[in-house]
Each structure stands twice: as structure tokens, then as C-alpha cells.
């Protein structure tokens, strides 16, 4: 009896070490696989404007003045918008690595692609078994708007990075309060990084702690763990108030944060349901999983995962769609609970339907539906649907774009193969259609990250760099220049490290006429009109060219 209790043991422990390394394997496959989509061909794109634009100048900032992030400036002024954090790691890879996109991009990007593995274990956290935290962490990997914004240099893959840290040691905490550190060492980081949105994430975690395991709001040691994680952010605010006063709580908490909330910031506004269209747009395939799996929440919303999923993505999608300032990106942190929805679903699809078609199959043919097993018709059709869009376009910027575009063309065609052998497997009952949905939309999305497309928005206005070299190499350092533009472009200011400030066209003629050695950037339009006397042409690139003063005034 002895030996037989023994080997028992012994076999338990064996499959216990089993199981640690096959969960070690996926957490690293994961993180792999997340690295290689994020990380691939970060610095063949110029930056894009205005986020990507902003935060490189101020990293560049502060990576000129020794690291010293306390007191971030933009071109030589306070920087008050965003605590400087992530400006800090873009600052640290300036010193190792020089000043580029790819050093620009690349933090921000890897810290986005370390939440694919936070999200498979909040999972693990959450769920009895491990396939819903694998196929949530899939789709979450394969989401086209987390790929995108998550590999720009902007602030919101991090914050998604620091928001799962955040809930996954508030999770664990439920074992072992020591994790309540943890958990306010995530939060500090938000706070660190997108100031105000740290509240309303804090928010949405203690609801949902208050809901799942109000116990843990009594605990001293929590409160404790969550202040001593905090410090370093309260820390940093307190150093900001004694150094500026009041002019940091006007233009940070004030203009920049709160006014986003009940009034329109430079314009970015929309209605209730701006953010609905946003995932209705960009969530394709997966998208198609969400309704269920909220619904499959709410049937079981006395169980943690379902708790969990429906104060994160009810709250924060109520808060954001009530804020006036609207802006696509805000919609990020709410795309890991609805894969959180998701992986229950498909994981509920493949466990109840996958042992069925295996024994229905036995005996019918190959090319006919099964008819035990039943999906919705309406997934064949969208599948095909998607399909058609995936090969129309493949024909389209092969054959019919004014510019051929093979990149675009090999990425949308694998989109297509994908999408029709998803539509077939769908019409055939079978279940293994997820495991090639995973498959396809992650080479579909590295062949895109791979190609010159995926910073679109680069199309929307013309090319910085060649204009900002001519500004870089042909005026003073610290010149401010005078541009035609209708508006101000960060990434021009980066590229030629000089101010290019936009005005109308008596303010540039008031410029050349009372500044002692002007330089203005025009378009063809405007340099015809001012029809400018004693001008000397500095360079031109594309329709602008950069004049300034033949004989500069003296000054009196």
C-alpha cells in the first residue's frame, strides 16, 4: 500500500512538472510570436504625426539633457500633456542605439507585445481550463488595431502592457496578498504614463474586486502593497506641483486630462457610438465571436472570468463613450476583456463540438455538412464574404491600382486563401476552423506589419523628410520657420529639430517684411500669391520650397 500511495505521488509530481513546462512553452511561444509581429520592420516608415511626432521630440529632449526625465520640456518648453515614462525608455534606446524610427518605435512595441502573455495568464487566472486563455490571447495577438497602434511610438500599447500587469496581480492577490504590490506597481505605471486613465482602470479594478472578492477591500496589506506600488507615481506628481504650482495643475489635470472628458480637445469628437463603429470596423474575425461570448458572460456572471469580462468592458466602454474627445485609439484597453469574451466562446465551440464532429464524421462523406453539429449560417456567409473582400482586393492592387502594390497584394491574397478555408471548414461543421483562423489572420497581419502600408496615415499628407532635411542643413539651429501648412506637423519638427510653425498668409507676409532674416516653407500656391521681393531660394522638395531674405536686414 506504501508503494502504490508512492508511485501516486510520484506520478503527480511528474505531472505537475509536466504541466509547468507546457505552460512555460506556450507563455514563451506566445511572447515569441508577439515579438516577431511587433517587432518586424519598426524602422522602415517615417514617424507619423502628431503622437508618434510629439513623443519623439520630447524623448529626444530629455535623452539631450543626461536622462533627466523629471521636468520633460517639447523643443525647450514644459512638456505638461503625458508623464514622461515611455519618453524615458524611447530616451534610453536613443543612448544605446542613436536616434531613429526604429529606436523610436521599438520600446513602446515590445512592451505592447509583453501583454500577449499577461492576457493568457489572467486567463489562467480566471479559467478552469487552459484553452479559453489560449484562443484569448490568440485573437488578442491577431487584432489588427492592438498590432497597429501597439507597434507605433505612442503610449497606448504600454498602457495595455501595465493595465494586464495590473489585473494580473490583482487576480493572484486572491491567493496571497504580497501581489497587492504588484498590482499597485501596475497601476503606478498607467498613472505614469497616461496620468488621469489610471483612474478610471483603478476604477474598473475595484469594482470588479468589490463584486468577485470583497474581502480584499478590508485588508490592510493590500491597501498597504497598492500605496508602496503607487509611490514612485505620487512621488512624481507632488515633484511637478512644488516645481511649476499652479500652471501644472492647469495645463496637465485641467486642460489635458478632465477637459477631455466634458469638452472637445482639438476638435476629436464624435458620437455615443463612435467607439462601437471603431470595433465593428477593425475586430473582423474575431469580432464575429464577441456577442456570444458577452452573452455567454452574462449567463454566467457568478463565475470570476465573467465578472470580470463584464465590469471591463461595460464600464470602460460606458466612460470612454461618454467623454466629448474622442479619439480611436482610447478604445485599446477594452480589446482584452472582449478576447477575454471570446476565448470562452471558442473554446466553448471547440470543446462541446470537436468530440462530436469526430464521431459524426466516421461514416458520412468527406464533402458533405454534418449535420449533428450546427453553426450559424451566418458565419459561412461572412466568412465568404470577407474572403471575396480578401481576394478582390489581392486582384485589385495587382492588376487595377494606379500604383501595383505587391506587398498589399501577397498580404490580402493570403487574407482571402484564409478566409475561404475558414468559410469551407465552417460549412463543413468542423471545429478545427479556429486553429486555421489563428494561423491565417497572424501571417495574413506579419506579411502587412512586413509591407510599407501599415502606417497608413502617412498617405494623408505629404512626405517630412525631404523637406525637413533641406530645413535641417539650410537654416540656424533653433530658427523658428514659417510655414504655409494649415497646421503644425510634430514629425516635421522632429526630423529638421527646428519649429515649423503654420500662419496665414498676411502673418508670413508680415514675417518676411519686419524679420531680419526670415525663412518661410511654401507651397506653389502661396509663393505665387506673396509674390515675395529680394528671395532667395534655399531648396525645395516635392510642391514646397523654403525661401528666405537675399539681403537680410540689419537690426536696429
Given amino acids: 500500500m506504501y508503494r502504490e500511495i508512492f508511485t501516486l505521488d510520484e506520478s503527480h509530481g511528474r505531472d505537475r512538472r509536466t504541466d509547468r513546462r507546457l505552460e512555460q512553452l506556450w507563455v514563451l511561444g506566445l511572447f515569441l510570436a508577439a515579438v516577431l509581429l511587433y517587432g518586424m520592420n519598426l524602422g522602415e516608415l517615417p514617424l507619423r504625426d502628431w503622437d508618434e511626432g510629439i513623443v519623439a521630440q520630447v524623448a529626444r529632449d530629455i535623452w539631450r539633457g543626461d536622462l533627466n526625465w523629471l521636468y520633460p520640456t517639447l523643443a525647450g518648453q514644459p512638456y505638461f500633456n503625458k508623464p514622461p515614462l515611455v519618453h524615458l525608455l524611447i ?329 475561404s478555408v475558414v468559410a469551407l471548414l465552417t460549412y463543413r461543421q468542423n471545429p478545427q476552423f479556429i486553429l486555421i483562423l489563428f494561423w491565417g489572420t497572424y501571417v495574413s497581419l506579419t506579411l502587412f506589419t512586413a509591407s510599407n502600408h501599415w502606417v497608413w496615415e502617412l498617405g494623408e499628407d505629404y512626405p517630412v523628410k525631404s523637406v525637413a532635411q533641406i530645413i535641417a542643413e539650410d537654416t540656424p539651429k533653433g530658427k523658428d520657420i514659417y510655414t504655409s501648412h494649415p497646421y503644425s506637423r510634430p514629425s516635421l519638427d522632429f526630423y529638421s529639430d527646428r519649429k515649423v510653425i503654420p500662419a496665414e498668409l498676411e502673418e508670413l507676409r508680415g514675417h518676411w517684411q519686419n524679420d531680419s532674416q526670415p525663412y518661410l516653407l511654401l507651397d506653389r500656391d502661396n509663393l505665387k500669391k506673396l509674390d515675395l521681393k529680394e528671395m532667395l531660394w534655399v531648396g525645395s522638395a516635392g510642391d514646397w520650397t523654403l525661401v528666405t531674405r537675399d539681403h537680410p536686414k540689419k537690426d536696429r
Fill in 91 to 419: 530616451a534610453i534606446a536613443y543612448k544605446f542605439g542613436g536616434v531613429s524610427e526604429w529606436t523610436t518605435r521599438w520600446p513602446p512595441a515590445m512592451l505592447c507585445a509583453m501583454s500577449v502573455p499577461l492576457l493568457y495568464w489572467i486567463g489562467r487566472e480566471v479559467f478552469p481550463r487552459r484553452t479559453p486563455a489560449l484562443f484569448a490571447a490568440l485573437s488578442y495577438l491577431t487584432l489588427l488595431p492592438v498590432v497597429r497602434h501597439g507597434r507605433l511610438a505612442m503610449l497606448d500599447g504600454p498602457v495595455l502592457c501595465f493595465f494586464l500587469l495590473m489585473v494580473w496581480c490583482l487576480l493572484r492577490t486572491r491567493r496571497d496578498l504580497r501581489w497587492a504590490l504588484g498590482a499597485g506597481i501596475g497601476l503606478g505605471l498607467i498613472c505614469l504614463t497616461k496620468g488621469i486613465l489610471g483612474l478610471l482602470l483603478g476604477a474598473i479594478a475595484a469594482i470588479f474586486i468589490a463584486w468577485d472578492t470583497p474581502r480584499l477591500l478590508k485588508s490592510g496589506y493590500m491597501w498597504i502593497g497598492l500605496l508602496l506600488g503607487l509611490s514612485p507615481a505620487i512621488a512624481w506628481y507632488v515633484a511637478q506641483w512644488q516645481h511649476y504650482d499652479q500652471q501644472f495643475i492647469t495645463a496637465h489635470l485641467i486642460n489635458q486630462s478632465f477637459n477631455r472628458i466634458s469638452g472637445q480637445v482639438e476638435g476629436n469628437t464624435g458620437p455615443p457610438w463612435y467607439y462601437l463603429l471603431e470595433i465593428l470596423k477593425y475586430s473582423w474575425p474575431w469580432g464575429l465571436f464577441w456577442p456570444q461570448g458577452l452573452r455567454l458572460a452574462w449567463e454566467n456572471r457568478n463565475m470570476g472570468w465573467a465578472k470580470l469580462v463584464l465590469v471591463w468592458s461595460g464600464v470602460y466602454l460606458l466612460a470612454i463613450s461618454l467623454m466629448s474627445t474622442k479619439l480611436p485609439w482610447y478604445v485599446l484597453p477594452v480589446y482584452p476583456a472582449l478576447a477575454l469574451a471570446g476565448g470562452a466562446q471558442l473554446a466553448e465551440i471547440w470543446h462541446r463540438r470537436s468530440d462530436n464532429y469526430r464521431l459524426s464524421r466516421q461514416e458520412a462523406s468527406p464533402f458533405a455538412p454534418d449535420s449533428s453539429v450546427v453553426y450559424s449560417r451566418r458565419w459561412v456567409v461572412i466568412f465568404a464574404l470577407l474572403a471575396i473582400v480578401g481576394w478582390a482586393g489581392c486582384l485589385y492592387f495587382g492588376w487595377f491600382a494606379p500604383v501595383p502594390a505587391g506587398d498589399l497584394q501577397l498580404t490580402l491574397g493570403c487574407f482571402g486563401l484564409t478566409m
